[in-house]
């Protein structure tokens, strides 16, 4: 069975600082998917970096970076220069060779302070 | 570019009473998914169809019913409602289930009461 941990249930933090949300996770697949979902306040889930557990580089999409640290099993999402409208729900998933779609954490609230 | 379309977006219900929600994808994905959302739960799988014509059980399938109408449809059926199930449902679609590496899309949401 899959798990995903996120330890943080909320977090502030100032606006135009860097954030980093912390997820865990535990597998018997050698081979997975990790994902990071952002959903604001209007509900929607939208999509933001994957890593592959065989991926040899951190993933990064713009602002967005995953410090992949296969050994512990670590995959935090790391945002840079931090803005009003990252405050969200964040959600970290994973996927395994299976059909079964993601396993989700409970998700870490942001709130981006001016 | 539609992507996942869910409906309705909103929906009372009192207890006992059933309803149908209905889901469909035009980026002519393999497989479709059933969560809900539960403030501090996170998305728990209800259901899900690894392909047109399977559909398997999820992490919490009590009291839903689910059918693959075609490639592009896959509705959830609360058949009597319980207070329990007042939650947010998404439906989410992905072109391979067995693919790791791409992400899967979701619908925007139902947001559903009952009473």
């Known amino acids: 069975a899959q798990k995903i941990t996120q330890t943080q249930p909320g977090m502030f933090v100032q606006e135009k600082e860097a954030v980093t949300l912390d997820c865990t996770y535990d597998t018997s697949d050698p081979s997975y998917g990790l994902f990071w979902y952002k959903q604001p306040s209007s509900g929607e889930m939208i999509f933001l970096i994957y890593q592959g557990s065989y991926d040899q580089q951190n993933a990064t999409e713009g602002r967005y970076s995953l410090n992949f640290q296969k050994a512990r099993k670590s995959a935090n999402l790391v945002i840079s220069a931090s803005q009003l409208g990252d405050s969200a729900m964040y959600f970290c998933?994973?996927?395994?060779?299976?059909?079964?779609?993601?396993?989700f954490g409970k998700g870490t609230h942001l709130i981006i302070q001016p | 570019n539609a992507g996942v379309t869910q409906t309705p977006k909103f929906q009372v219900l009192k207890t006992g009473q059933s309803m149908t929600l209905q889901c469909a994808q035009d980026?002519?994905?393999?497989?479709m998914y059933w969560y809900r959302q539960d403030p501090g739960m996170g998305l728990r799988l209800i259901y899900y169809s690894a392909s047109e014509g399977t559909t398997d059980k999820g992490e919490v399938p009590n009291g839903y019913n689910v059918s693959r109408l075609n490639k592009r449809e896959f509705s959830l059926r609360l058949e009597s409602a319980a207070p329990s199930q007042t939650s947010v449902y998404f439906c989410a679609s992905h072109v391979f289930g067995g693919q790791t590496g791409s992400p899967l899309h979701f619908g925007n949401g139902t947001r559903l009461t009952v009473t």
């Open positions: 980026m002519n994905h393999n497989s």
């Open positions: 998933a994973m996927k395994g060779g299976g059909a079964d779609g993601l396993t």
